[in-house]
Each structure stands twice: as structure tokens, then as C-alpha cells.
């Protein structure tokens, strides 16, 4: 029936934002990330189906709102703290696999 297909898809959607896919592939170098604000309206426009009622005017205001701190902070500021907390992160654990050995 109509329904029950419906359902079908909708629940496949659901799931589908838990399946990480297994990728091996190994960059030659880094590659210029995109900005955070751009990847979440990205996000909110790829998954736009799942907002309901007046979710959508929510979603902009927070798309605004993130847009608003990106250009008053500088997008590579924000970016350039993520990578440099990573860096970070990476350093502590080659020092703690160091201390293993």
C-alpha cells in the first residue's frame, strides 16, 4: 500500500544518517576544507525533509546565526582553532603511543 511504502522510505532515510561508509582511500595531501557555515547549509538543505511545522524558519535563524559569528570571528580563525585542536590531539597521542613503547 501507499502508506506502508511511504514508511518504508521515510524509516530508510532515518537510518541512512547512521551508516558510516568504509572508505581506504589515502590523500596525497591536505586538502582546503570548506567553511563551517557553508558545510551546515549544505547539511540543513540535503536533509531540508526532515523539518517540520515552522522548523525550517528555526533552521534559518541558527544558519543565520552561525553565518553572523563566521564573519564577525573570520571563517579561517574558526577553522584554523578546529585544525589546530587536531594537531594538538595528534601530537598527544603520538606522545602517549611514544611512552608505550
Do not use: M
Not at 25 to 52: I, K, M, T
Not at 69 to 95: K, M, R
Amino acid at each position: 500500500s501507499a502508506g506502508t511504502d511511504e514508511t518504508v522510505v521515510w524509516l530508510r532515510r532515518c537510518v541512512e544518517h547512521y551508516r558510516e561508509p568504509v572508505v581506504f582511500d589515502v590523500a596525497g595531501g591536505f586538502e582546503e576544507r570548506p567553511a563551517y557555515d557553508a558545510v551546515l547549509r549544505q547539511f540543513a538543505e540535503e536533509n531540508s525533509h526532515f523539518v517540520q511545522g515552522d522548523g525550517a524558519e528555526r533552521v534559518q535563524k541558527v544558519l543565520a546565526s552561525v553565518s553572523q559569528v563566521a564573519q564577525a570571528h573570520g571563517v579561517d580563525q574558526i577553522n584554523l582553532g578546529f585544525e589546530t585542536e587536531v594537531v594538538h590531539e595528534q601530537e598527544q597521542e603520538q606522545e602517549q603511543e611514544q611512552e608505550q613503547e
